[in-house]
């Protein structure tokens, strides 16, 4: 490798992962890599491929002057242990998000709040066997919106680089992740879907907590029978009775 260890994030869609690249691309020192690479979804062994891309990550990180990349992928939440395997100094963050919300989000995109319900819940039980692995830090999104500076300074303090100001206004560098237009497009489904997360990315951070409020007693009665108790033991309700 001819940079530093890399740093990867991860986690259920719709949890924040896309912000987080966001903010780390932001630093001086790091470079995001401006694609969801799935690389280690092809694994179980790194391949030439595999291999291939993370020399094209090292040259794409020189030649923009930094010295670290940061790959955002959220099923690699699958394929943490190998990622670890295979890079034993990098870093890897597990954004989380209340499972209410996530499948709100994915309802949303997909049309289907059982199939966000247990993507919540199989998605994060796959990353909660490396919660404790001492080079896995997982983040919440809830965190993010209430107090920025402060996890975004406990995240850099995680990955070893400097805590730099200019990563609180990432959004007034124009950044072309999933698309080549700023501008929000008129439907945000369908073949206008990339050029709205593209918009997503460059807007200020704002609050996304909360949409399951507006959910029917009846949807939230599919949440609670799925993942109730889930979301009691990650301390995002403390009974049932929301």
Known sequence: MGTAPPIFVAGCGHSGTSLLVRVLGAHSRLCAIPFESQFALKWPEPCEASRGFFARCDQLTRGVGKARWVEKTPRHIYRVGEILRYFPEGKVVLMLRDGRDVAC??????????????????????????????????????????????????????????????????????????????????????????????????????????????????????????????????????????
């Open 105 to 242: 989000s994915i309802r949303d995109r997909y049309g289907s709040l059982e199939a966000g319900v247990a993507r919540w819940m199989e998605d994060n039980r796959a990353g909660q066997a490396f919660w404790n692995h001492p080079n896995v830090r997982v983040v919440r999104y809830e965190a993010l919106v209430e107090d920025f500076e402060r996890t975004l300074r406990d995240v850099f303090d995680f990955i070893g680089e400097p805590f730099e100001e200019a990563v609180m206004r990432y959004h007034e560098s124009p950044l072309f992740y999933f698309s080549p237009h700023l501008e929000k497009p008129g439907k945000i489904f369908g073949e206008h879907h990339e050029q709205y997360r593209n918009w997503q990315m460059n807007q200020p951070l704002f609050d996304g907590r909360g949409k399951w409020r507006s959910l029917s007693e009846a949807e939230k009665q599919v949440i609670k029978d799925r993942a109730g108790e889930i979301l009691v033991e990650h301390g995002y309700a403390s009974d049932l009775n929301w």
